[in-house]
């Protein structure tokens, strides 16, 4: 498969796999209300992959981006995205400069 | 279009409920806006095109999937775990539309379908918002969906065009700006003991196995890590909350 056709598929099919969420709650139905371990493990996934997304840049590519992102979780925790976005870009710049 | 059925959560005219759902929607459509830049910026500098890049924000319309995506591009392109990564991360629609779906449920299928393929995170808060445990109209809901849908399109878009003139987005730190913004929201999910201990497991785990095993499986291991984390504490948070 070349680049380019591989990269149509890639859009299509998370174009698909994200149709098919969201039309299914259509086809569950309000009666689909999960409790218990299945509801803490659904309400898990968002922070859990948003985590595990960034987690190799946070944690495991160098000490500028490791303390840029302290930066922007004290950021986060106490102001809005913008702030957050702001105060994470403007540390790597200057941390990147600086162990460079 | 299925304006033609009747709103029974207000008397007002479509075109006021029109104009409430812009006026709802208008603060998340500016936040959108520079992550729109963003990813068309990201996704260039990784070597799609622009009707790559309007494609994947018209149709898969998920800003957190298409920047996670962006994130383990590469080449040859990991399809299975660009699809395994969309999967997780666009699971949370399943019950997102679970809970809009009664409040809708007056408006033709093929409307509810259109409606629900630009359900997003903000507009389906505000549409929640709106119905307040009643129906929402159709002008509402599909006013705000379609305008919310155009301008992440836009904005991705000129993205994809300005990125190539700006240059190489990395040497503004523009990288580490998706990076910010994941931390952004993640914060806003971090709210229980059991939602910080999700994160550090699945932080601990992604960084491991990137280490190990290498990209983009890190994303798999991490997100199950967390989730597992979550079901395994999960039962007795359930009873306090409830």
Redesign the interface.
Known sequence: MTDQSATLVAILGMAAITFACRISGLLLGPRFRPTGRLRAAFDAIPPAVLTAVIAPTVLVTGPAETIAAAVAIVAALRSSMLVTILAGVAAVVALRHGFG | MTADLPSASTSTSPAAEIRAAIVDITPAMV?AA?IGLLYGALATAK??DVV?VL??SG????G???L??V??WT???P?VA??V??????????????????KVAHLR?LG??VG??V?ADENWAMSERRAGGGRISAPYFFGMGAVFWVNWMAFSVLGALTGPLIGDPTR???D????????????G??RSR??VM??VA??????LV??TLG?PW??????????????????G??ERT?
């Open positions: 936040a520079p070597g799609m790559d494609l994947a149709l898969i319309f998920a957190g999937a298409q996670a995506a994130q383990i080449y040859p392109v399809i660009l699809l990564s969309t999967l997780l991360i666009n699971a949370r629609y399943i019950l997102m539309s679970a809970s809009l779906a009664p299928l509810r379908i629900f393929h359900l503004f730190g523009a580490f700006a998706f990076t910010a913004m994941f931390i952004a929201l993640t914060a999910f971090a059991t939602s999700v994160i699945a932080a601990a785990s992604a960084a990137h280490l990209a890190h994303v798999l291991a991490g997100a199950l890590t967390g989730i597992g984390v979550a079901a395994a504490l999960g039962g948070r359930e409830a």
